[in-house]
């Protein structure tokens, strides 16, 4: 289904402000009070200046601009500027966040005695306040920037004079008697100074002046009341203000609709949607000025520590699992400079049973710390922040179905693509052909590796004598690289491998708008896409033309998502190329193109999910349409903090309600020198311990090139083990599909929600990087930024009976095993939680239920289509003696005991269920074949009479007998037991007699 588009592109205050005739300079008035000008200069106003040497940087600045930095000491930057009215401005600056940027950077402006230090390495990416400047309408102010630090970066990218705007008072709230109304689901109360919204499960009240709200669940606060106002709004960049009124307008079983003032006039109407488990809310700012509106905030107090989630910017941005600190006045799709390309702002606090999230398709923002707790929209209005309350399987699935209401759909996710898998690009880099990639996924499986699906990212399509080259939208025009395609496909498709090819939903632009579009490269389909007016458009019938930061290097279009036509005629083409799915690496960045719509690639995902396809997402806003979510590239070469950042990356996902993620290629980009660097094996093996206890892994670097036997025979390990628990991970995923709740790897704080040691343990600095896979297993792989040498890790172990998965030692929560040794090649996980995990063996599937299986608990099982579940319960009292029964068919299951751990080991049929009971009976006659006595079969069931005694059981403890007769008496006594126990019919008894009578038994 098509998604609500936010105002796009970028909503400017163009039609509020008054030009002042220079460029990059812009006076805003506030819309419903008095003029309150403001004044804006970026690096392009024509009073800008410099000494020294400046540069351009790559990095967008404000509002998509260009940014400028030096390194050199001394360098100044200043601009001079002419206040439009009398007053006492405030001065804010804006420049591009960066942890390199200096801390020592001055600025001083006209009037002021000594200038002002500010760091620069904090507080980027948005107006910070640096001073207050007065003076009289068409007076000169000079604001100089100066870098002190040589080496360090000093940027500046704009700055902002302006007066205030928010100078409205609050109004004393109406006289009156408190009053209380009944509706479907909740309790509206009113009295002179409140609003309370009442369910059953939590409670929203609201102070009148300043729309301050907090937030209760179950009679208990949450979340406090912010000290100044819960709502706030503005013009884009310009001052937000708080509320100064409120009054409830209206209200019936759908909601609660309030009519608040801000305090530059602006009236908005707020409305209020109870439900069970959740409190939407909207901002609809009105009257004649709504449209300058650019920002809107609601928030409550802040100090709401530990919180998770925030996507890409929450797993990138910080350094640790936990977001708390976090401010990110933009939240969007970019792949530019930074790269957040799972977008969402969704937040849990676990320990509060809380969850939050603003859905957006534009720019969006989160504030997380000391201050505020905070979401917003850079947009007019803002139509759906929601609240969910309860325990943490409660949020997740109110989440879940919240972003489906709100168009963002998750896809049901595919077997295959939680097995092991190969892309080309992490074993030849650009070096890819039919050849050689043939050749090396046959070295693989002859490795032994298991691979079941083979990723050929570029590359694919035709190239031209002159450089040029096709894209993935060259649909089913296989280059020269690959002569043999259909002889390509059936190689995978006879190893039973699933053939992925690369996705971006991109055209080469035409000529005329800048682009590189050659029809003998690229097909017909670009024309008869602007023919049809499949593209994104500027204007009716005019495609808009965007850059991209990375292939094909030219301008491109784009399929417009919210043209279902345009998008099954999307899907339709990529079906000529013939795969079985798609790796979807869309480059696209919103600020480079002013263009901000981080649920650009939701619908063409979904479109092909839907039709059967495995899909690889990395561009999404909130859901995941497909089966599982990549992380960005992950490499050797790149910084170690990045091997910090893989796991705090990784793990952001669950938190923000999607688990399948991806951990990108074991090892990354191909290392030429594999074979003689010990620091990379060690790294390849310890990366691939780290993605086998992952959702999903796959292969790229060539480990039959490790020179060290027992590194390479690591890495083989760990991807076996993943396939081997592949059942257990899939089951996880279609579970967490099911219900919402981060399942497949589900972080300690979430699992846990109690338990404030599991708080800040995956961080840079902690590295112990746990998660639950599943129910039953605890994964504690080591890596970080010392993975190549480290040989042991604190293991935190939570309340519970814990077994290491490999040793069969056990624990008992909650401890911390320091120094826990973990040599390469060890498997990094206890089994608990649940206890019972399924794998493969001899082509069919087991369960394993392990002696630390509380009482009562109970394991579902999926199948590969998804659909057929089997579900395992321990309800044994005890471990020494237990048997195995099929309930779907009464009778007993065969199973054995792990020499090591003590697991119960028994096959799995896909639609059936198990019970592991208490056996009285251990070395009797298993149930399942008929009562017989010598050569006479009675034709009679071997039931269980329902302690694991048989009924032959309870016949042959009675002997030795004396003779034949006294065996028989035994016989009529034991069916006449189970007969008035309604375990065998009257007829069953007359046929186990007549058994009993005619055989040899007892007769000497």
Known sequence: MPLPRASLPRAALAAAAVALGLTGVAVAAAPATAVQP?????????????????????????????????????????????????????????????????????????????????????????????????????????????????????????????????????????????????????????????????????????????????????????AAAHPESGLLSGPSGGELCGVVSTEVTGASDDGVSLRVVFADGLPATVTVRPDAASLGLSVVPTGPDAGAVGRIVARVAGGMNPAYGLGDDGGVRSRNLNVYGSDFEEIYGQNGGPVYRFVSTFTVFPDRGLGQVVFDRGRMSAQVDADATALGVHAATMPDLRYFFGDMPTVYEAFRDARADAGYVDTEPDYDFFGVGYESYGALAYNTNQQTITESVTRYLDEGYPLRWAVTGSGFWPYGDGGGQGTTSSFGMWGEKYPDPDTYKEFFAERGIDLILGLRQSFKALPEDGGQYDPELDGPWVLEGLERGYFIEDAPGEAKVFTTPNFPGSPIYLVDPDDAEAVAWFADLMELWGADGYKEDHMFDGGDNDYYDSALVNAVNEAFAERGDLVMVRNSAFSVPGSILRINDTDYNHAASDRDRTAVNSLAYPASGQPNFYPDIVGGRPMPDLETNRAKQVFLARNAMFAAVSPSMSFGNEPWRISDPALREATLKAARWHDRYLPYIYSAAAESWRTGYPGTATPLPIAYPDDAATYDLVSYTAKQYQWMLGPSLLVHPLFGSDVTTAQARDVYLPAGEWMDLETGERYTGPVTLEDHPQPVGTVPAFVGGTGILTAQRDGGVVAEVYPVAPEGATYTSTAPDGETTSSVTAANTGWDAVRVLDTTTGAEVPAERDPVTGAVVFAVVAGHDYQVLDDACPAGDPAGGSIVFGDQDSGVPNRDGGDGCTFLDEVWAGAPFEGHGAFVRAVRETTLAWQAAGLLSRTESQAVLAAAARSDEERG
């Not at 600056?93 to 230090?117: F, I, Q």
């Not at 870098?147 to 205030?164: E, Y």
């Not at 109004?171 to 100074?193: D, K, S």
């Not at 939590?202 to 937030?215: C, K, S, V």
């Open 38 to 222: 403001e004044v804006v200069a970026t690096t392009t106003h024509a009073s800008y200046t410099e000494t020294g040497t400046w540069s351009q940087a790559r990095d967008p600045g404000y509002q998509g601009g260009r940014t400028r930095f030096t390194r050199e000491a001394g360098a100044t930057a200043t601009w001079t500027l002419e206040l439009p009215a009398d007053g006492s401005y405030q001065l804010d600056a804006w420049y591009t966040a960066s942890v390199e940027n200096d801390k020592k950077v001055t600025y001083g402006w006209t009037g002021l005695a000594e200038p002002v230090t500010v760091d620069q390495s904090v507080g980027g990416g948005s107006w910070r306040h640096i001073g207050t400047v007065e003076g009289e309408a068409g007076d000169e102010v000079s604001i100089t920037v100066t870098a002190v630090t040589a080496g360090a970066i000093t940027r500046t990218d704009a700055i902002r004079l302006a007066l205030p705007r928010c100078d409205l008072a609050p109004e004393a709230p109406p006289p009156g008697e408190p009053a209380q109304r009944e509706f479907a689901g909740y309790t509206l109360t009113e009295t002179p100074t409140h609003v309370a919204v009442e369910t059953d499960g939590w409670a929203m009240r609201i102070e009148r002046d300043g729309f301050r709200y907090a937030l209760e669940r179950d009679g208990e606060q949450v």
